[in-house]
Every structure is written in C-alpha cells, then in structure tokens.
C-alpha cells in the first residue's frame, strides 16, 4: 500500500482505506474520515464510529496511524446492521433543557449537526457545499442518512436512523474516556517529572507517539441503585448526571447511559438508560394528548416485551397498580387490544393494514372514570379516517393486566397491590391532568 511504513500508513491512505473497506457497509462512511474536520490527528487520536484510532507522528514529521486499527474499526462498522425505518428525532426539540458544555466531549454531534442544519440557505450555502469538505461525524456520513419531516407545513424536524444514533452516542462515550485518560496520564507525570523535561514517548525504531494508552474502563452494570427515589429529588443534587454515565444502559445493557429515565406520572426514577433506548419508549406524539403508533411498538410490544415491561416496572407506582404511564397504555391499546379492529386494504402480496393508528384520550389517569382512549386510523388509502374503538380506561388497564400475565408472567408476577415495598402512602405524580395546556408528557 503506497504511504505504509512499517504498519503505518499516512492520513491520506488511511482515507482511502477506510472508505475502500466499508463501501459495503449499511452504514455510509466519508472519504476524509483521517484528514477533515472534525478529525484533528494533532490531538493523538481519530474516531471512526464507535473505535478510536490512535495518531503518531514519525521522526519526518507526517502524521501516521496503524493499519491494523483502521482495519479493526471497519470490520466492527461492517457489521453493524440498519434499519432506514427506525427512525430517531435528534431535534429541534423546541424548549428542550440545553445540554451542558463537555469541553471534555469535542464530537458533541448533535450540536454539530444542529449548527450545520440552522445555517442560513441559498447560493452562499450551495457553493460551499460544492468545493468544501465531506461531511462527517467519526467517519459516517450522516446527511446521506439525514430525514427531514415538516408537521403543520411549517415545522421541521430532523431525524437519523436508530443504528447510526447509538454509534454516534458510543463515539462520543469513547471519546471521553480516552480524554480523561490522557489528562490522568498527563498530571501524574506533571507530578513525576519537571515541567521543563515532560515526557515522551517513543517506541524501538524512535518515532515519537502523542496518544495515551486506550482506556480499558467500562461503563457498570445498573443493578436498581436509585429505586424508589423520586426523580425531582435526585436531579436537583450535584454530580448526579457524572453518575448516571458509569451506567451501562439498563434496558440495551450495551451502550453507556446517558439519561435518567422517571416515570412522568408518577415521578419516581426508572433507570439509567442511552439516548437510543430513551427514544425508542418515547411515544410519536402530535399533541398533548394524542400520538401515532408507529412500527417500533412492534419491538416494545413483542419482540422485546419482558426488557420494556420490566423496565416501565421500575417505577414503585406502575408496578403496584399493574399498569403502564397513560401514554404507554394507550399506545399498547392501540397497538395489541385494537389489532383485530384495524381495517386492511389489498396489496401485490395479499392484504395491508390501513394507514397509521393514532390514539387519543380525554381526562387523566389520576381520575380513571373521567379518562377514555379513542382509537383511530390515519392516512388511510382510500381517504377515510375512521374511529376503531372507544376504551375507558379502567377497561384498557384490566386487559393490559390480563395480557402481561400471558406475554410476561415474571414480570406480573413482581407486580399487584400487594407489591407496595417502600411505596409511599401518597403518590407524588408529576403530571396532575394530562388534558391541560403546555403540559409535556415527556
């Protein structure tokens, strides 16, 4: 391979064999995944997904990495599977708390993505985008993936694909870790050693190397540390989200924790979850009280019901009621008890379901006569829109109770009235009457 020196290659043939090995990829790669922004091999390290690859500088001055770690790092994009389907909303979320600043993070992709979409259009734009750099984030070229959705005409949102968000989230996870471990490296030998000499690093053939050692350290296991606290308690102490990111994700278990996730009725804390998983429990809403039932149901519902029961049951509230947050429950009405109502239409192979289920409600769960779920067809082909079912919500939570002893008996069986183990007498929701305006429900 033309630049290759003794298993280095240079920025520019790492480039080209990062591309050349992932052009099968499910995943889109970029061409100057080694030498545009926002990889800077100056700073000891380029990110390519999840992996970081770690940057040296020979005696000549070039700038080199090796080898065998791009070749590591395309084989581990290689085989992550994508689903353009699965779709995850990465923003503009309009009165969204601002993230904190973590100088400690430079990737910080979704405010990079933001910056790039918000800038101002027209020809300035147009002409830069001819002559300027790929875009990329680790090596993925997330515009070729990028979804853009307009509600009302006027509204815009942009949406990635579920696979690409957790790479993404784990590139900026892996990041940190290694920064912290090069300024752990840095201050014990500012302590060893005197500021005029510092020390560097050099490996047989005297090629100076800039990047510390990969950290080994991996995000814990939640093993229900923060049950039956309530989340308006816990968010409020300093340090708290430093600790929710030793977390490994407690629903996926694989990705590093990045949220606290609470039950928005009843105000006590789930578990720590990735921003992926935190998305995918997060109903499609359209207004305060009425959502879509989208195709990921299908995963919380069915394919993997006993990891999402189990964790909306962290919640002390839900699991003594053997219930799910309201708008939960109505996405499962929706989806599971009104299935046989749902209307099909013909297709080149057999039968389709019509349109979109939405669901909609009135009242609140904290006054059950007063609340009932209205379940209709959105999008139909043929121009109809139509009510399914009208289901009070004493009748949703009695088949929903019914259901879970069928499709998860563990997870009934730790639930009912009799499980009250540390319940307050008094529930604290956090969401009084969900029918109210300027009331989130997320």
């Not at 993936?145 to 815009?156: A, F, H, S």
């Not at 090629?207 to 990969?214: A, D, G, I, K």
């Not at 600790?243 to 009725?265: F, I, N, Q, S, Y």
């Not at 009510?387 to 009912?416: H, S, T």
Request: glycine share 8%; charged share 25%; hydrophobic share 35%.
């Amino acid at each position: 391979m033309p630049g290759r020196t003794d298993g280095l290659i240079t920025l520019g043939a790492a480039d080209a064999l990062w591309v050349d090995l992932t052009a099968d990829s499910a995943v889109p790669t970029a061409s100057g995944a080694f030498t545009c922004s926002p990889a800077h091999a100056r700073v000891g390290y380029v990110l390519l997904g999840g992996h970081v690859v770690a940057t040296v500088r020979a005696s000549g001055g070039q700038w080199s990495v090796p080898e065998a770690e791009v070749r590591r790092a395309a084989a581990e994009l290689n085989a992550v599977g994508m689903d353009r389907q699965d779709l995850v909303r990465i923003g503009p979320f309009r009165g969204a708390p601002r993230q904190e600043c973590n100088e400690e993070t430079p990737l910080r992709w979704r405010r990079r993505i933001t910056r790039e979409l918000q800038e101002l259009g027209g020809p300035e734009r147009a002409a830069r985008r001819e002559g300027s750099r790929p875009y990329h984030l680790a090596g993925i070229d997330w515009r070729q993936m990028l979804v853009e959705q307009t509600r009302d005409g006027t509204q815009r949102t942009w949406w990635l694909p579920r696979a690409v968000v957790r790479l993404l989230d784990a590139a900026e996870h892996t990041e940190k870790q290694w920064v912290q471990a090069a300024r752990t490296r840095q201050a014990s030998t500012a302590v060893t050693e005197p500021p005029s000499h510092p020390r560097q690093a050099r490996d047989a053939d005297g090629r100076q190397t800039t990047s510390p050692e990969r950290p080994t350290a991996s995000p814990r296991p939640y093993n229900a540390e923060l049950e039956g606290q309530l989340y308006s308690v816990l968010s409020r102490k300093p340090g708290t989200s430093r600790k929710v990111a030793g977390w490994a994700c407690a629903v996926c278990r694989t990705a590093p924790a990045a949220v606290l996730d609470h039950c928005h009725e009843h105000g006590y804390v789930r578990a720590p979850v990735c921003q992926s998983c935190n998305t995918q429990e997060r109903p499609d809403h359209l207004y305060s009280n009425d959502i879509r039932v989208a195709n990921h149901y299908t995963r919380l519902f069915h394919t993997d019901t006993d990891d999402w029961l189990r964790h909306w049951h962290r919640c002390p509230g839900c699991r003594a009621r053997t219930t799910l947050p309201l708008p939960h429950l109505a996405a499962w009405t929706a989806h599971i008890a009104c299935r046989s109502l749902r209307p099909t239409h013909r297709a080149p192979r057999g039968r389709k379901p019509c349109g979109v289920l939405r669901v909609s409600w009135t009242g609140s769960q904290q006054a059950p006569r007063s609340c009932l779920l209205t379940v209709a067809v959105d999008f139909c082909p043929s121009g109809e829109h139509r009510v399914l079912a009208q289901v009070p919500y004493r009748e949703a939570a009695e088949r929903f109770r019914d259901w879970l002893a069928e499709a998860a008996p563990a997870v009934a069986a730790a639930a009912g009235p009799d499980r009250l183990d540390g319940l307050p007498a008094q529930f604290r929701p956090v969401i009084a009457d969900t029918s109210g305006e300027g009331l989130a429900l997320f």
